[in-house]
């Protein structure tokens, strides 16, 4: 029982604690000082032959790029050592039987700053693309990528509550993203009713529909589960295929209807949203609006899903994933629980399909495809399961990187005028997908914040314990 | 077989021998598909007693706890508690009758912390007496209090057994069945256990049903005691009576703690 208490002492080694900066950028200049020697002969001048005649093309771009890029590793390459030095001179929290007060975990370091900064940046993102970009109809292309990512991490989030919360492996998710953007289309083509009554509905009509969805594969886990809500997913695709007289088929629902300002609409004539509020009139602030909108969709999922983890239901889910026979011998419903975990999490995925279809005026079948079920389980997989800011980064990681790939240009100076980096972000998808899995198999930020603080917060964490394992 | 079934009664410690019992088993057979694990067991449980179930591996003991709780379930025969016919009950439903259970295995919640644990503990009960039980389980089980902020994953394996019973106890049962609590713990955590289960039983008069591989500690602290041998109860008597008899000196005792 009594075990030797690891507790943390002062650390006794100070070099290791302590990142030398200076020494480390001297060191990275002097390689950096070296490459460039190296280079002169090597790369900095090119033979091109011309007839008869060869020329020398000088290529200082490209040296230049070179000892940038060998600097930075030199530097990052120190810091790595450095830090795992100071890991291993103290005592990991993972192995410790007393409580650990010393150094906070990864999770903490992340917590406290993160979420205020996230949060900061989130709401003044369009402010801070105005001012960069020096107008609003410049900023439209990041407006639209920072959309596209919220979108990304509101469907992360409602995934999570069904994933990373109940335990219950989905693969269909993009099927409840998908009965809200058709509930939306339907419901406003058909019956003309706003965007605010549709999205409660949509919400409905999602929830119902993951209930359907729960009712059979209640008594699947793991692997079958995953199965069956994959064919779930697929289903429903086919069905918004071949129910033509519904849904149009694969040519899809267009015109619908834009988002209105609470009710008043974004055109440039009178009673538009610039005559009201006396502006210039500038599509840009539908794009705006949509942003915030998603931006309030996406923090409310996440309010509702902290929420929700402090209740009965909450713990009840997590309970779940741990231990289904423990679960039910303490008196827990789990055919309830499971069910309203389905529900929810579908609930949100309805809201964030219902925004996807006012914001892109057209919905059709192919939007709904395996691969953005794949990409969302993906988001919270490599986020964290159940880590609400891990899945917020893991969306932006996932979605908003592949779309920088697009603007790195400059590769083109170095791997020549044909390279297009853009056919290589599944690639580097992979590759990025690999990596996490040897690094961190348990997301970005691993541990589990407990529903509960008592007093103060300890850095026992549980990431070294396996599910369902002491 | 020698049973001094026939006086059980006489021998409950409130000596009230036309009491019905608080829980029984009559006729109960068990399935796991086509494979008998219970053949038609008989038993009872007394309000106020200290009822233990011994038997060598794979004889069916911890199969008659799980089918009390209702999975898996009885395919014959009737399980009674308090009166109520609870056989075909849905295993949640039985656990809000008051009785708790402290599963083979422990199943604590691994990454949810010691407070989270017994929170699940007490979740689906009043929590109005939530304070009050956690003050009373870390009365108990001192090491769990200093423990409230671990993850129950980090525990050693003596304390997350105290964990799986402090979590069975948040629910205020009047029922305790406890499925090998000394499973794997070092004899002095085994005693401390012991000597918990016997404070439960005498201080608050709590019912207790005890299924042991630990034959010696668990026969003398049983007022009644059960032998089952492949599905079929074939022993029963005080728990005095078990420890002396030859039979079961031989099969479970020899060789043991003496």
Redesign the interface.
């Known amino acids: 029982?009594n075990?030797p208490s690891i507790t943390t002492t002062a650390p006794t080694d100070a070099v290791t604690r302590k990142f030398d900066l200076g020494a480390a950028l001297k060191d990275a200049v002097k390689t950096a000082l070296i490459t460039l020697g190296l280079s002169i002969p090597i790369l900095a001048y090119k033979t091109d032959q011309s007839g008869a005649d060869l020329y020398l093309t000088p290529r200082w771009g490209l040296v230049a790029i070179v000892c940038a890029i060998v600097f930075g590793l030199r530097l990052v390459l120190h810091a790595f050592t450095a830090s795992r030095a100071y890991t291993k001179a103290t005592p990991s929290a993972?192995q410790a039987?007393e409580?650990v007060h010393a150094t906070p975990s990864a999770f903490q370091h992340v917590s406290r700053f993160a979420i205020p900064f996230f949060l900061g940046a989130a709401l003044l993102f369009p402010a801070l693309v105005y001012l960069v970009q020096g107008g609003l109809t410049e900023s439209r292309y990041w407006v639209d990528l920072g959309i596209l990512i919220l979108t990304y991490v509101m469907l992360g989030w409602g995934l999570n509550i069904v994933v990373g919360l109940a335990g219950l492996l989905d693969l269909g998710y993009v099927a409840f993203y998908a009965v809200g953007a058709y509930s939306y289309a339907l419901l406003s083509t058909t019956f003309g009713l706003s965007f605010w009554i549709c999205l409660p509905l949509a919400g409905i009509l999602a929830a119902f529909w993951g209930m359907i969805l729960g009712f059979p594969v209640l008594r699947l886990r793991g692997d079958y589960l995953a199965i069956v809500t994959l064919a779930f997913g697929e289903i429903i695709r086919l069905v918004l295929i071949n129910w033509v007289d519904l849904t149009n088929g694969g040519a899809g629902i267009s015109s619908i209807p834009r988002a209105t300002f609470f009710g008043i609409p974004f055109t440039a004539g009178e009673g538009g949203f610039a005559a009201t509020f006396g502006l210039e009139f500038n599509g840009m602030h539908r794009i705006i609006f949509l942003y915030y909108l998603i931006l309030m969709l996406a923090l409310l999922t996440n309010f509702v899903t902290m929420r929700l983890r402090k209740l009965?239901v909450g713990?009840?889910w997590?309970?779940l994933r741990?231990?289904e026979?423990?679960?039910?011998?303490?008196?827990?419903?789990?055919t309830n629980t499971k069910l309203t975990a389905f529900a929810i999490g579908a609930m949100f995925g309805g809201f964030a399909g219902s925004f996807f279809a006012v914001r892109q005026g057209f919905v059709s079948p192919e939007s709904f495809n395996f691969l953005e079920s794949a990409i969302i389980l993906a988001i919270v997989v490599l986020g964290g399961m159940g880590s609400q800011i891990g899945v917020a980064i893991a969306a932006i990681v996932l979605v908003g990187g592949p779309e920088i790939l697009r603007n790195l240009t400059f590769l083109q100076a170095v791997f020549g005028s044909g390279f297009d980096p853009n056919e290589y972000r599944l690639l580097l998808f992979g590759a990025g997908m690999v990596a996490m899995m040897v690094w961190r198999p348990r997301g970005l930020i691993s541990e589990?914040e407990?529903?509960?603080?008592?007093k103060?917060?300890?850095a026992?964490?549980?990431s070294l314990?396996?599910?369902?394992?002491? | 077989m020698s049973t001094a079934g026939t006086n059980i009664a006489m021998q409950s410690p409130q000596g009230a021998p036309a009491r019905q019992p608080l829980l029984s088993v009559r006729g109960v057979k068990t399935y796991y598909g086509n494979i008998i694990a219970l053949k038609g067991v008989d038993m009872d449980v007394h309000e106020g007693e200290i009822v233990t179930l011994i038997g060598a591996n794979g004889a069916g003991k911890s199969t008659l706890m799980m089918t009390i709780f209702g999975n898996p379930r009885a395919r014959e025969g009737t399980i009674t508690y308090a009166g109520q016919d609870i056989t075909r009950m849905p295993t949640h439903e039985i656990a809000h009758l008051s009785i708790a259970q402290s599963p083979e295995g422990r199943r604590i919640f691994p990454r949810m912390t010691v407070f989270e644990n017994l929170q699940m503990g007490a979740a689906m009960h009043n929590m109005a007496y939530f304070d009050q039980d956690l003050e009373r389980v870390c009365t108990l089980f001192p090491r769990l209090k200093e423990r409230l902020q671990q993850r129950g994953g980090t525990l050693s394996g003596g304390e997350q057994q105290m964990l799986a019973i402090a979590r069975a106890l948040m629910s205020r049962p009047k029922l305790l069945l406890l499925d090998e609590p000394s499973l794997g713990l070092a004899p002095l955590i085994v005693k401390q256990i012991f000597e918990i289960i016997k404070e439960l039983n005498e201080k608050d008069g709590m019912t207790i049903f005890l299924v042991e591989q630990n034959a010696y500690h668990a026969l003398k602290l049983a007022h009644r005691a059960y032998v089952m041998v492949t599905g079929n109860i074939t022993m029963s008597g005080t728990g005095k009576e078990l420890l002396e008899n030859p039979q079961v000196r031989a099969a479970y005792l020899e060789g043991g703690h003496h």
């Open positions: 029982m075990a993972h039987t409580p009965p713990r009840a997590e309970a741990e231990d026979i423990a679960c039910r011998s303490l008196g827990i419903n789990t589990r407990p529903s509960v603080i008592l103060e917060r300890k026992i964490s549980g314990v396996k599910e369902g394992h002491g």
